[in-house]
């Protein structure tokens, strides 16, 4: 899948409506069923890149300690993330430096605020992807993309 071994896969995942109810590491405070298909895909040999974006936090590392909320990604609140990229927002995060393939993990609100960091981080750090795939279709679709992609990065 990645050609070039400096290039980093990468899979962008939107946050969880099922939560923990204590803080803890975003990667494991979010319970959700693609969390669920994360984990069970996941090769300890061979793990992307993952960024998460929160409803209420907006792009946040895997590792960060964060509390359970209540907030769901609207279109007025992913106007409201997208009106704050120009302000640098994108960079809450950790980004690779290079990156390989990407998959945009999300309903339509997110993967819309999704690429629109993407682009940021092409514009304004030169980081741009070898190629980007997106979750469609109902959930039981979007986790079969999730696992397949996940299964197919090499080692």
């Known amino acids: ?3 070039n071994p400096s290039r980093v896969s ?5 946050c ?5 109810d204590v803080p803890a590491p975003a990667m494991d405070l979010y319970r959700g069923v693609m969390y669920q298909t994360y984990r069970a895909n996941v090769k300890p040999h061979a793990q992307p890149h993952v960024v998460i ?4 936090h907006g792009f946040i590392d895997p590792q960060g300690v964060i509390a ?10 992913a106007d409201e993330i997208l009106a704050q990229l120009e302000a640098g927002c ?7 430096a290079a990156l390989g393939s990407v998959l945009l ?19 304004h750090r030169g980081i741009a992807p070898t190629s980007i795939a997106e979750t469609h279709g109902g959930i039981g679709h979007q986790r ?12």
């Open 1 to 3: 899948m990645q050609s």
């Open 10 to 14: 990468l899979v962008l995942m939107a």
């Open 16 to 20: 969880s409506g099922l939560k923990q």
């Open 53 to 56: 974006l929160s409803a209420r």
């Open 68 to 77: 359970p909320y209540d907030q769901r990604m609207t279109g007025t609140r």
């Open 90 to 96: 994108v960079l809450n995060a950790t980004w690779p």
């Open 105 to 123: 993990a999300g309903g339509a609100q997110y993967r819309r605020v999704m690429r629109a960091a993407l682009q940021w981080l092409a514009d």
């Open 144 to 155: 079969s993309q999730l696992g397949a992609f996940l299964r197919g990065l090499p080692a």
